[in-house]
């Protein structure tokens, strides 16, 4: 049976078993990713590097769990965590280490609400967790949990349904380990490599469907805080450089949030559907100075930079790739969500944050509203929002005009107002670059991000609401007090156009 | 006086008719442009002048589904007009630089705000001004709108607001659905989406109902029960429940159903609130497309053929489909209603285009290893998306092609034909008579 049979085959079993699990990796113990399904940036390489971690530090056996979630070991943000399972190709026969120890690791993400923090270290955004064995032989290990679960900072969601996702990670080990025997797959190790050589001779012959060139691009982040980027597309490989760059002051990544970045801006530029493993993603190398923004050192806070700072990244990669191929040039799409924090009396935070508006391209306008690197649905309900903040949202809608003009305008940012109903704290942090979401060929920039508190006012509107009052333009990042009657406006920057507006 | 029950698949039109004891079935395909035509040809001769009928039918998704519906116009709460478009699904669903959004059965055009709010206790902090109401009213008229669809935030928790709208509308002479008239554990999105289609379909399937009713009556066929009753056009079908785990195999859409499965619809755009088939989809289905894949491998691609035009073994179309290639392999069963469609017109074509696929293979197997190979894939897609239950049954029209396919490639372990021929317009037969 030929390679390419035997990957199809295999994709499919993949994409069934892992289709209501949108965020998972699955991985031989040898470290070669052979499945990977994300739904951010950060997914792509942050769950395979979490799983191989796991391995190395915990020795899984099969039917074994860890969980970690921190981002110098292999994970994104705090809020984001890492379910590790250890599987043999069958139950009871791993291939040959002694004991029992896994032949295959799967990694599930468990994505809560994150937070938003003005802190310094990363331990002041969350509890950490490092891999730690958590379900082993069988049996939860409870003294474990309850120290863990007992943190200030440990989510209460996540202490009422881990035993729950641990449930549904063993089924999922059981229903690949039934699958892969009922197709009779050979996945031994001599087999794995010939696979994944076929996916990366593939990727290599898409790559080469691109124009060959060089491209610099950089971002000023803040004062004292560039990214510099050169990449080149040669050879069927694509070298994406960020050496000059400065160390993070507001943003920091790892160097797996790195490397997601660039990987998902090249599978976008080349805007087909390609399989992740590791084969698709050995055409990419990564070259990302320890110490500085896109690759920061322990103990630098990342909550910024892996959620805004990977658009960020993603956006300067396919600034680079437009400059070296025009036939499949893309505007620059908006980098921030714009993310707030609403922290009541009662002790319940609200967390919210809104889509940019993507670059348009010589085919098509922007897409309004939806951020191209972030491929969650929203799933927020403005009636179960509502009826658990005190706080009633004024409007959900596209920002007027915050996409870019062009011959194909640049999609429109959303733009969120709500007004608090209770004394309430809020704290922001975004990324407000001087740098506007760049037009393409002659396309216009489109509008940055802002976020603006309006004071109540002292008069009454035909809903029985104060009318607003002084308006105030909130900097890159802060916190402040909250009135009974204040709004908050979210403004997501909107997406650059493309190509010049023709006279009419 | 004889019970005759109709049932409108989406490819099929399905008879069943009791006279004392005994029990007649009858399966058409049809096409939709042509269904009133279908079902007068096929109820001539087989249902006789005075029988009671009652009609169900699968039009209302099928017009969701392949966008049949015509304008309306959707008003809620000033402030969220964007709302349900900002929450739809992305295509395509993989990492691009062009994404849009999934298509959707409204118009952003035709979205508008009323000023109105209702807290989430369910108390009016501002009810609709009918003079703003009267100028939505003439700005619909100028449209040539004729329907519309209300969906205010918290109208489950009380739907006054909403029911003025809808009175206000209503008494201008528009056809108008509401949010507030589905399940109200169901939040904004799913009761608005729900409204929406309720008013979408409702155009099209008026038009369809009307000329059914002509097709009976020119039958002398009188006693009739049709669905829509009141412009309501989604409902629970508890025709289509069944004891235990079974596959519907159809041309273009294969579904399996869990006994006491809950009807909930997942939509292309999101979960409705309005009840669904109760059924889970299995893809690949018979009419998708046979293309090659990012490694060159022939598999199936998203996109499909229609069934009205049909695919190559039909002797129409130009590609090939998955259904080309069960018949290309000596694996489909021509079953009533299949049968007759089939040509061998096309049959040196699909051989040809198959092989000209399997060349790209590189040339290291041949070309019925490579069919095989597709088979085996797509039958172990379907096996994985299946229930794990003892027993399966399969029915449906390609029912035993289905099982002809498991059998080749020795996954058929648990997989059954139903005893009989199936027909699920014996069923709602079976509910009338009860």
Redesign the interface.
Known sequence: MSESLINTRLYHLFENIFASTPRAAFVTSEGEHLYIRGETLADIATLPTSAQICLQYLQLEDGDVAICNDPYSGGSILSSFTLVAGMSAQPGSARGKGKNLADFLIAVKLALKPRVTLSEKLDQEGIRIPPTPLYIGGQMNEALFAAMSSHPDFPPELKLSLPQEIKKILELRERLQRAIAISRFDLSRLEIKKLLRASAQQMREAVYELAVGEARADFEIGPKERLKLRTEVADGKVVFDFSGSDPGVTHHLTFQGTFGACAGALLAFLRKPIPLNSGTLSVVEVIAPKGTIVNANFPKPVALGMTDGLDVIANLATQCLSAIDKTHAVANSGSTHCAIEIRFNNGKRFYDRVHPGTGASAKQAGLDGHSLWWRAQLRTSIEEIERRHPLIYESVTLRANSGGSGMNDGGAGVAKTFRVLEEAHLVWSFTDSHHKPLGYGGGKAALGPEILVYRAGSELGPDGAPIPGEKIKLPARGEMKLHPGDRVSLLAPGGGGFGAKTQT | MSQLAIWIGRSFIELSRKTGAEIRNKRVSYSINSMAANLKSALTGFAEEGDHVTMEWQLPYVTVERQLGSATAFLTT??????L???L??V??????????APMPLSRDLCFGV?E?M??HGKV??SPDPADLDFLVEKLRMNKITHVAVGF??A?KNPENEQKVVQHFREKGFVVSASHEWDANF???PRFWSAVIESYVDSFLTEKRQEIETVLNDLGITTQKLPGENHKWFKAMPFLQFSQATVYCGPDEMLWYMPNQNPVWKSTFGVLAAPGLGAEKITPHPLQLVDR?????L?WSDSSVDWDLGPMCFGKGLKPTLLDLFHATGKLVPTPGLAERLSDKNSKKIMDTLRAYTRV??G??NEND?LD?LL??VA??W???MPHVGTIQLVGPLAPTILNIFKHVG?DHGITLANEDFYISENILRLVSQ
Do not use: C, V
Request: glycine share 6%.
């Open positions: 000033a402030g969220t007009e964007h709302w478009e900002l929450n699904p992305l395509p669903n993989h990492w691009s630089t062009q994404i849009e959004y000023a709010r807290s989430p902090l501002r935030l918290h489950n939040e904004e999105r894949n990012f490694w060159k491998s598999a293979d590189g290291h197997r490579i190979g085996r894939t172990e897609n096996r994985l998306q996954l």
